[in-house]
């Protein structure tokens, strides 16, 4: 099995071009012929390169996928493609002072 180009954005890897908008159907169609290429159900009698190789691939077109289909993730990797800095929203402040202090406030 020959591996991919790991450093092809998410559009590339399903043909289409780097926008907000575009064709679900078209995505979804190029996510199962993906799929129906690398999935490691396909490489079960396979060396155990092309088996890591194939879970590898299935799980990189699985996160591709999941990102372009939801439009939070796909604006967010629009962003990120473009070069914009995104900050992380998940952290928290573990300062129990001002948290406190927060809870006060309300």
Do not use: C
């Amino acid at each position: 099995m020959q591996s991919p180009d790991f450093s092809q954005t998410y559009f590339e890897l399903f043909g289409l071009e780097p926008a907000f908008d575009l064709d679900a159907r078209h995505l979804r169609a190029e996510q199962q012929r993906l799929q129906a290429s690398y999935h490691p159900d396909r490489f079960i009698g396979a060396d155990d390169k092309d088996k890591r190789l194939s879970t590898q691939i299935a799980s990189w077109v699985n996160q591709a996928y999941e990102t372009l289909q939801d439009p939070v993730k796909r604006s967010r990797y629009l962003l990120e493609i473009s070069g914009a800095i995104i900050p992380d929203d998940s952290k928290t402040t573990s300062d129990n002072e001002f948290l406190m202090e927060q809870i006060e406030l309300r």
